[in-house]
């Protein structure tokens, strides 16, 4: 017995000398949803990737707000960001102005910065350099004599404490027609001539792709906005490596390399990986794995997380909808409170939805699952109510004449006849979550939004169609999937 427990010590001892120390810290990436964003993002995961982290790259989150707050709350570790936006937009009621009151202000956040990278991406207003000509207009000051222009601004320069209404304030604008729309759709929409003017980001690769005219800001309004990481200050702690790693970028990125880098991915559609990889290698002999895949392996993995988004949600959906639909149909005045609820569930904007998940569930995919359910729940609910209600009182009546008691009369003829009322009901909700489920690539839940958003960011109609069109497949095979289980599961005299 002592022989056999020395040879197990020294099997388990052999084990832990041959086991690593310590597992690769996980570090989570994100970055806005706008092409430069997206690319300082892949550099910052790439070069925490080239310390031997483990990591991962939530990209197109969307707004400065919805970010931040992720990072805040503990949920990414890292993304880029720009000092004028920290001080007028996260920062504003701090006062913070210069770089050390920012650092100071986001200290108390737990959250740390980098110095600059290099390059200041200010705002700039521009037009159509043709349009501009024939106005003879060169400032910013002198759209104060055109009141019937139409301005279209990015939908997050609308809301800017920094944005639309202090420009309009400082510049004293009289302009009525201004719409909101997303910042790249901006720039087809001033070339078709469907508005006069939009926001610039100054390395925008498209001013010099479309020639137009910026506007010189001649009094001063917009602040610099130097480009920084904003990371957790924990970071120093758990992953010191990956803090040296983001500061070896610190002055190495200038405004005619990100206007580079912003072409190669915008322009000439090469993926971000690699416009970042190549960057790396280039500038600062970095070699990275892009993290490129094949066509095929990026619609399996997509496929992969819809297919996770949809079924988690509609089996919840099914096991709580058709529950509240019993209920509804045996206490009518409590029926009618649940299908007003649900149906006001059903009103409100998907995307508001998603967003009024992020503060109780923050970003990813369980967000989008509940919201999901949420949107579940009024055709299976809606559905069993009427099939239940549907059913003949002479049915009714003939199974308390059998003396039934009312626990088999809901499980051996009521659900039964009402199942393919339900049935219909839940294969409605299914479809709706197939489509509805591509908005979660907006809070990180991946899926097959995810493509197309970068499509439309990118003006890439391969990368849109790569989402579009296995989701539309995807809606089509659900429907013959439950049009098939009708035969499983609706007792044959029923069947229409």
């Not at 880098?261 to 600062?284: F, G, I, Y």
Request: proline content about 5%; glycine content about 8%; aromatic content about 6%.
């Amino acid at each position: 017995m002592k022989r056999c427990f020395a040879i197990f010590a020294c099997v388990m001892a052999s084990a832990a000398w041959a086991a690593p120390a310590t597992q690769p810290v996980r570090v989570t990436v994100a970055s806005k949803a706008f092409n430069e964003s997206v690319i300082l993002g892949e550099i910052a995961a790439q070069m925490a990737r080239s310390t031997g982290a483990q990591v991962t790259h939530r990209s197109q989150l969307g707004g400065t707000r919805l970010v931040f707050n992720a990072l805040a709350r503990g949920e990414v570790d890292a993304y880029p960001e720009y000092t004028g936006t920290i001080g007028e937009e996260i920062l504003a009621r701090s006062g913070a102005k210069t770089v050390d009151e920012m650092k100071r202000a986001l200290a108390a956040q737990g959250i740390a910065m980098t110095p600059p990278l290099g390059f200041n991406n200010t705002y700039a207003i521009g037009m159509r350099k043709g349009r501009g000509k024939g106005l003879t207009l060169g400032t910013i000051s002198d759209l104060k004599s055109h009141p019937e222009l139409k301005l279209g601004f990015s939908n997050e320069f609308i809301d800017r404490k920094d944005g639309w209404p202090a420009l309009r304030d400082a510049y004293q604008l009289p302009q009525k027609d201004v719409r909101g729309l997303d910042h790249d759709l901006a720039y087809r929409a001033l070339v078709a001539g469907s508005i006069d003017a939009t926001d610039l980001y100054s390395t925008d690769a498209e001013i010099a792709f479309y020639d137009l005219n910026v506007l010189a800001d001649d009094q001063h309004h917009f602040p610099e906005y130097q480009a920084v990481y904003l990371y957790r200050a924990d970071l120093v702690e758990r992953a010191p490596q990956v803090v040296t790693a983001l500061n070896k970028l610190v002055g190495r990125i200038d405004e005619r390399a990100m206007i580079g880098m912003n072409e190669q991915a915008k322009l000439k559609h090469v993926p971000e990986n690699k416009v970042a990889s190549d960057w790396l290698a280039r500038t600062l002999d970095v070699r990275t794995d892009s993290g490129a895949s094949s066509t095929t392996a990026a619609v399996l993995h997509r496929t992969a997380e819809h297919l996770y988004l949809v079924s988690i949600s509609l089996a919840a959906a099914i096991l709580v909808a058709i529950p509240l639909g019993v209920v509804a149909f045996k206490h009518p005045r409590t029926g009618q409170v649940i299908l007003s609820v649900v149906a006001a569930i059903y009103t409100i904007p998907s995307l508001a939805l998603l967003v009024f998940m992020i503060p109780l569930l923050g970003i990813g995919a369980w967000p989008a699952i509940v919201a999901l359910f949420l949107y579940s729940l009024l055709p299976i609910v809606r559905n069993t109510h009427a099939g239940l209600t549907g059913i003949a009182p002479p049915v009714r009546e003939s199974a308390e004449v059998l003396g039934l008691p009312p626990g088999k009369r809901l499980g051996w003829i009521e659900l039964p006849m009402a199942s393919p009322a339900i049935l219909a009901g839940i294969k409605t909700a299914a479809v709706i979550n197939v489509g509805t489920a591509t908005l979660g690539a907006l809070i990180g839940a991946g899926g097959y939004g995810q493509p197309i958003i970068t499509g439309i960011r990118l003006d890439n109609l391969g990368l849109i169609l790569q989402g579009a069109i296995p989701a539309a497949l995807l809606a089509l095979l659900v429907q013959g999937a439950f049009e098939s289980a009708e035969k499983l599961l609706v007792p044959r005299g029923l069947r229409i």
